[in-house]
């Protein structure tokens, strides 16, 4: 056996072992970063090492410093785990080594990019021929659909950005409700925006109509973009879209939706009508590798027309072999990455139409069990409605709330983090892995019930 062959049966045993590792194991990393420093040896080595060794020590040194994200008990952020067939068409990617920059060169990324495409735009309930790009994730997919929107609504004010650049030209307005995902200010910063201007948001932290149509009255025919949001991660409530975005086109502002993880209620048909009205924006964020489920790291840049994200993404080079069609490279930021598409294709070929209704309805379910849980417990209270898959819990004072998580941790059954919301400490979860079921959702709520009884 050659020694590259070895390295990979030892990748291949450490993997099944890791992923077998996750019923059971706590979900917390045992080890500090430290611990793994030590373990993995500081010293740069003087000579080779054979690939089967450097794949062993990394495993094992490694190990206890790995948290369970892809178990079914974690529940900290919005995470997501990997389903199986797209975890294995991930290792197929590695192998392969594609560059994924040019049709001409790899027609069958471009294959795949152009058919997982065309199946998200379908189950996401967006315009057929918007332009899909693949992110690495939600942050740069806000980044380069604001790109567009931002040398759009500054070519219609006579202003050419890639020509003649923002300094001296018009100004942008960019109203976001006051619950956005901190990502959308910086995807701003890095478009040399500045802050946005925040928008009244409700209790459950989706903007106001009403607030919204009186801030674009206050604007005048300044160019503008309105950024809302599907799937807030505090309460997994949307935004009303069917009225915002009615306004906002009205006072011909560009529409974007950062959709990180909520987008996905349009593939259930009982969750579909939290989007309603979402598809008339002009671009949409998401991610592939929370709810949908692929490894680490995908996102999703979708621009209702295409001409737009080339505008500002596409890139000429004599040396490239260009496609008078397109090519992934006209809809993203980066020249030369990884071949994303080829796990979305695979999750999706796997899980099929219904398979991702199940999975977004099994999702809210999961959620709306532990409403219910805690809503059970003495002393807890469940702060937002759960129409998703998030819940914000209070224990009583902030103390007491801070005093529950840090139990919940110490106790490694689940891992679950804090936040604020409203003016106060809360417990927040998020249910966004394929692989939990009813009984990890009963032992979280039984470690919960000893945090809070602690
Ligand atoms: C996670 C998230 C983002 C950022 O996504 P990344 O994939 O981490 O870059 C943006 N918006 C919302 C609502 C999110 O939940």
């Given at each position: 056996?050659?020694?590259r062959e070895?390295?990979?049966?030892r990748?291949?045993?450490?993997?099944?072992?890791?992923?077998?590792?996750?019923?059971?194991?706590?979900?917390?990393a045992?080890?500090?970063?430290?611990e793994?420093?030590?373990?993995?040896?500081?010293?740069?080595?003087?000579?080779?090492?054979?690939?089967?060794?450097?794949?062993?020590?990394?495993?094992?040194?490694?190990?206890?410093?790995?948290?369970?994200?892809?178990?079914?008990?974690?529940?900290?952020?919005?995470?997501?785990?990997?389903?199986?067939?797209?975890?294995?068409?991930?290792?197929?990617?590695?192998?392969?080594?594609?560059?994924?920059?040019?049709?001409?060169?790899?027609?069958?990324?471009?294959?795949?990019?152009?058919?997982?495409?065309?199946?998200?735009l379908?189950?996401?309930?967006?315009?057929?021929?918007?332009?899909?790009?693949?992110t690495?994730?939600?942050?740069?997919?806000?980044?380069?659909?604001?790109?567009?929107?931002?040398?759009?609504?500054?070519?219609?004010?006579?202003?050419?950005v890639?020509?003649d650049?923002?300094?001296?030209?018009p100004?942008?307005?960019?109203?976001?409700?006051?619950?956005?995902?901190?990502?959308v200010?910086?995807?701003?910063?890095?478009l040399?925006?500045?802050?946005?201007?925040?928008?009244?948001s409700?209790?459950?932290?989706?903007?106001?109509?009403?607030?919204?149509?009186?801030?674009?009255?206050?604007?005048?025919?300044?160019p503008?973009?309105?950024?809302?949001?599907?799937?807030?991660?505090?309460?997994?409530?949307?935004?009303?879209?069917?009225?915002?975005?009615?306004?906002?086109?009205?006072?011909?502002?560009?529409?974007?939706?950062?959709?990180?993880?909520?987008?996905?209620?349009?593939?259930?048909?009982?969750?579909?009508?939290?989007?309603?009205?979402?598809?008339?924006?002009?671009?949409?964020?998401?991610?592939?590798?929370?709810?949908?489920n692929?490894?680490?790291?995908?996102?999703?840049?979708?621009?209702?027309?295409?001409?737009?994200?080339?505008?500002?993404?596409?890139l000429?080079?004599?040396?490239?072999?260009?496609?008078?069609?397109?090519?992934?490279?006209?809809?993203?930021?980066?020249?030369?990455?990884?071949?994303?598409?080829?796990?979305?294709?695979?999750a999706?070929?796997?899980?099929?139409?219904?398979?991702?209704?199940?999975?977004v309805?099994?999702?809210?379910?999961?959620?709306?069990?532990?409403?219910?849980?805690?809503?059970?417990?003495?002393?807890?209270?469940?702060?937002?409605?759960?129409?998703?898959?998030?819940?914000?819990?209070?224990?009583g004072?902030?103390?007491?709330?801070?005093?529950?998580?840090?139990?919940?941790?110490?106790?490694?059954?689940?891992?679950?983090?804090?936040?604020?919301?409203?003016?106060?400490?809360?417990?927040?979860?998020s249910v966004?892995?394929?692989?939990t079921?009813?009984?990890?959702?009963?032992?979280?709520?039984g470690?919960?019930?000893?945090?809070?009884?602690?």
């Open positions: 056996m050659d020694a070895e390295a990979l049966r990748a291949y045993g450490h993997a099944t072992r890791w992923l077998s590792s996750l019923d059971d194991r706590p979900v917390p045992r080890a500090p970063v430290d793994i420093v030590r373990a993995l040896g500081t010293a740069l080595p003087d000579g080779p090492s054979s690939p089967a060794d450097v794949v062993d020590l990394l495993a094992t040194a490694c190990e206890p410093g790995l948290t369970a994200f892809p178990g079914g008990r974690f529940y900290g952020f919005v995470i997501g785990g990997t389903e199986p067939a797209a975890l294995a068409a991930d290792w197929l990617v590695s192998a392969w080594d594609r560059n994924c920059v040019m049709r001409a060169v790899s027609p069958a990324y471009a294959a795949v990019e152009d058919v997982a495409g065309s199946w998200l379908d189950l996401l309930g967006l315009p057929g021929d918007s332009a899909v790009g693949f690495t994730g939600a942050t740069m997919a806000n980044f380069t659909c604001l790109a567009a929107g931002r040398d759009a609504v500054l070519r219609r004010a006579g202003r050419d890639a020509r650049g923002l300094a001296g030209g100004a942008v307005r960019v109203l976001v409700g006051e619950d956005r995902h901190i990502t200010d910086l995807a701003l910063r890095y040399g925006l500045g802050r946005p201007e925040p928008v009244a409700d209790g459950e932290g989706r903007i106001v109509p009403e607030a919204l149509r009186s801030a674009l009255a206050a604007g005048g025919r300044i503008t973009i309105v950024v809302l949001q599907a799937g807030d991660i505090h309460t997994g409530a949307f935004d009303p879209f069917v009225e915002t975005v009615r306004a906002a086109r009205a006072a011909d502002a560009w529409v974007h939706v950062d959709g990180a993880f909520g987008l996905w209620a349009a593939a259930s048909p009982r969750y579909a009508h939290l989007t309603a009205g979402c598809a008339d924006a002009d671009s949409w964020a998401t991610d592939a590798h929370k709810t949908l692929v490894p680490y790291d995908c996102g999703l840049a979708i621009v209702r027309d295409p001409s737009t994200v080339r505008a500002s993404m596409g000429q080079g004599d040396y490239l072999i260009q496609d008078e069609y397109g090519d992934p490279i006209d809809k993203v930021p980066e020249l030369s990455r990884r071949g994303r598409a080829f796990t979305v294709w695979a999706l070929r796997s899980l099929g139409r219904s398979g991702v209704a199940d999975l309805e099994r999702l809210c379910r999961h959620a709306r069990a532990f409403g219910t849980g805690i809503a059970g417990i003495d002393g807890a209270s469940v702060l937002n409605d759960v129409v998703f898959t998030q819940v914000c819990a209070g224990f004072s902030d103390e007491r709330t801070d005093g529950v998580l840090a139990r919940l941790l110490a106790d490694g059954t689940v891992w679950i983090s804090g936040s604020s919301w409203r003016g106060r400490r809360v417990m927040r979860i966004s892995n394929w692989s079921t009813d009984e990890d959702v009963t032992r979280a709520l470690a919960i019930r000893r945090a809070s009884a602690g």
